[in-house]
Nanobody, 121 residues
């Protein structure tokens, strides 16, 4: 199983980014997908999750209204559209596949390698 996250970068506060996570080696439509992030010196935290069909989404309070998670099961890809970025969004962002939403990190079975998002003020 491989989850390949991409789309991170260095942006200014207020800018937008779209992260992508391409999955292979699993039946993508059978898994809920989540995005987590980890800032230096902090624990990995939940950002957003989406059910297998995409019919339900879940967000951390800190990103609600600014971030949107979506998926394309035909492309085996999950996305995270991030708008109105803030310096406190700076972290390594990870995608993950699991069976429980929104779930804790331990509920997710497969993880991508992470993509760095840096937001300057």
């Amino acid at each position: 199983v491989q989850l390949q996250a991409s789309g991170g970068g260095l942006v200014q506060a207020g800018d937008s980014l779209r992260l992508s996570c391409a999955a292979s080696g699993l039946i993508f439509s059978r898994y809920a997908m989540g995005w987590f992030r980890q800032a230096p010196g902090k624990e990995r935290e939940f950002v957003a999750a989406i059910t297998r069909s995409g019919g339900n989404t879940y967000y951390a309070d800190s990103v609600k209204g600014r971030f949107t998670i979506s998926r394309d099961n035909a492309k085996n890809t999950v996305y995270l559209q991030m708008n109105s970025l803030k310096p406190e969004d700076t972290a390594v962002y990870f995608c993950a596949a699991g069976m429980v939403v929104p779930g804790k990190p331990s509920d997710y079975m497969y993880w991508g390698q992470g993509t760095q998002v840096t937001v300057s003020s």
